[in-house]
């Protein structure tokens, strides 16, 4: 069954976040099997700096999954401000990135030396003392993972 990649994209911004995030799904099965949502990477890309968390979420995960398909480079263009979501305000949205980042140093090995070395300086200390050690094992598990690719 065809899906609809623009419908799917707009409900990404849905106010009801169980539709949003029904969308996302959607969509990241659909970049596991083709590029049909590679040609929103600069959508996605301003997503990664909106004000709601959520959205940003969102960004950074097709973004990731659209790694494999990056004939453009377009990943390679925003990949320092991608890495700034290391230390997002949001400590849930700083741990999804960093749990992304092996999946574009596998796809985008050019970029794997940026990845590393934005993971070992992190500061999780900008974090609540709850969040800290959650951040910290994800950054942990992030680079050990990127070191066997």
Known sequence: MEINIEDNFSLLFDKNSNTAYKALQVLQKECEESD???CYMDKLADMIDNDNSYIRTRGL???AYNAKWDKDNKIDEIIDEYLKHIEDVKPITARQCIKLLP????????LKCDIVASLQKADTS????SMQPLVY???QNSLAEIEKL
């Open 61 to 63: 995960t097709l973004i």
């Open 103 to 110: 999946m574009i140093a596998k796809n985008k090995p050019e």
């Open 36 to 38: 049909r949502v590679y």
């Open 137 to 139: 094992k994800d950054i």
């Open 126 to 129: 900008i974090y609540a003392d």
